[in-house]
């Protein structure tokens, strides 16, 4: 086993090496206040039986969760996807994938719904020949917390390590987000966690890492971002020491392209929420301030990617009307995939969802009088619900997660992104650009108090998901609604026999009187 622990310390001024107590074996930090990122990596004969077993039917899986919570970003670790649980999966050729979900459902819980990734999965499409070997089914559902995967990992992988193993392992409930990579090539298993803070109320870190055994390393880096000349790079400076191997310290330095970028220097933020009432066609509004919304370079174009549960779709129909699109302020619908059946109700849809990128436009691009200097520029798409089934109630919650947005801009000729020992690639968007793409990710905004529409939070949600109240047939009041079409069916087939045999026959009998009345006068 492998272990990288890198704190990227956020105010290098307040930071002094007497902050750092090193020994052979151990490393002690204290008050240190940094973003954090642990990577473990493991190798196929140090996991369980069960686990080996699956991940010798698999070609390459990868697994990416975000906290519902906002978080700052810092540099390198500024890729963000949706709040959520997302897999990218590719099967190996003639090998059973029918260990996949119900390993998914063990580790993450019994709320992860999926049967088989042939239906349930949906297929990414690949529009860069840089990503060709990118995962080709890609899955998303709602897991708000850890607690599942913590116990997994204490119950499953931690009984023959010590005990250091589940305390590290209870630490991932207050991570900002958590990665698990594997790829038949290596025959690894990656784990990867990032700390946007300190989980405590001081936000510093006060812990003393111990090496696991005799015969292991773990490399710990404390360092800070320099300002580099070079827009396209980032540099870091500081401390690195590998316990097992130093005994000190050793100071560091170096810089590295990277493709995910923060917005430096910029005030730009943006919120998500539902116009309202919601009713059967949602809108989503994309909110940011006009003042801040520039793009960084010529070549930048700015870019929302929502992840859509299949109980929402997108009539990607309506977005080749160009008036259509510029009455939204998008440019265009520039990819979409999954569930996207316009009269299918919840019920029948087999797979998880959809996803969509859009091509957003910016009042430079799109001028309106309407929008005032330092009034906000919003965005909508039009969402549409599919029907729901009957339930105990007269309507069911259903959250949404926030979108990503960023700029995506075109990179110098030469750069080499993959040397970047920090990168994040497996996003479920990144194979939508070019391979010269860089993205600068534009953060969500603080969170509200409330959901957006005045009733506040539900329990057990999050700041970065909206919720809407989709209305249904309720069971408890279904007997009358039966009642009352039989009672009308019945009603108008009486109706029905009156008007064809009834008033026919009253009819047909006036007519013989009248005959035979006929035939007496003669």
């Keep these: 086993m492998k272990q990288r622990i890198t704190y990227l310390v956020r105010n290098p001024d307040e930071f002094t090496p007497e902050q750092l107590a090193v020994k052979p074996s151990s490393i002690a930090l204290r008050k240190v206040n940094a973003a954090k990122e642990h990577r473990i990596t493991l190798g196929l004969e140090e996991l369980p039986d069960e686990l080996r077993k699956a991940f010798n039917q698999w070609h390459e899986l990868h697994i990416r969760w975000a906290s519902e919570s906002p978080y700052d970003a810092i540099p390198p670790f500024t890729s963000r996807v949706s709040p959520g649980l997302h897999v990218f999966y590719t099967p190996q050729k003639d090998h059973p994938d029918s260990l996949l979900c119900p390993l998914l459902k063990e580790v993450f819980g019994n709320g992860f719904v999926c049967e088989d990734p042939k ?23 709602r897991i708000p917390d850890l607690a599942s995967l913590v116990s997994y990992f204490q119950s499953k992988i931690c009984p023959l390590s010590p005990n250091s193993c589940k305390i590290s392992a209870s630490t ?43 015969q292991e390393t773990i490399e710990i880096g404390i360092l800070n971002n320099e300002p580099n000349p070079d827009p396209e790079d980032i540099s870091f400076s500081g401390f690195l020491t590998v ?15 990277t493709r995910h970028y923060p917005l430096s220097a910029s005030s730009l933020v943006y919120k998500t929420s539902f116009a309202h009432p919601t009713g059967l066609h949602p809108t989503l509004i994309l909110t940011l301030p006009t ?7 010529t070549t930048c174009r700015l870019h929302a990617h929502l992840t859509l549960p299949r109980t929402l779709f997108i009539d990607k129909y309506q977005f080749s009307d160009s008036l259509f699109l510029s009455s939204h302020h998008i440019t265009s619908l520039r990819s979409i ?3 996207t059946d316009l009269e299918a109700p919840d019920w029948v849809v087999p797979q998880w969802g959809s996803a969509a990128l859009f091509e957003l436009d910016t009042p430079s691009s799109d001028p309106d009088p309407d929008q005032e200097a330092g009034r906000d520029w919003n965005i909508t798409i039009p969402l549409h619900l599919r029907y729901f089934p009957p339930s105990n109630s007269t309507h ?19 750069t ?7 990168d994040r690639i497996h996003l479920g968007y990144e194979a939508l650009f070019g391979p010269k793409t860089r993205f600068m990710h534009i953060p969500p905004a603080a969170s509200r108090n409330g959901n957006g529409n005045g009733r506040g939070r539900r329990e057990g949600g999050g700041e970065l998901v909206e919720w809407i109240d989709v209305p249904v047939l309720d069971l408890r009041k279904a007997g009358w609604v039966e009642v009352g079409t039989v009672g009308v069916v019945l009603v108008s087939f009486l109706g029905l026999c009156w008007v064809l045999f009834g008033k026919g026959v009253g009819e047909g009998g006036a007519g013989v009187k009248k005959v035979g009345k006929g035939k007496k006068r003669q």
């Design 337 to 339: 995939s999954g569930a």
């Design 119 to 141: 239906e349930t999965f949906i297929k990414l499409p690949i529009l860069s020949e840089r990503f060709s070997m990118s995962s080709s089914t890609q899955f998303y559902t």
């Design 396 to 414: 069911t919650p259903l959250a949404v997660p926030w979108p990503v947005l960023f700029w995506a801009c075109r990179a110098e000729e030469g």
């Design 416 to 422: 080499k992104m993959s040397v970047n020992p920090f």
């Design 172 to 214: 991932l409930l207050s991570a900002s987000y958590v990665d698990i990579d594997y790829d038949a090539i290596s025959h690894t298993l990656i784990i990867n966690a990032f700390w946007a803070r300190a989980p405590n109320e001081e936000n510093h870190w006060t812990e003393t890492i111990s090496l696991p055994g005799s």
């Design 243 to 257: 316990l097992g191997q130093d005994t000190q310290p050793k100071p560091t330095r170096f810089q590295t392209p």
């Design 291 to 297: 003042k801040h919304l520039e793009p960084p370079d």
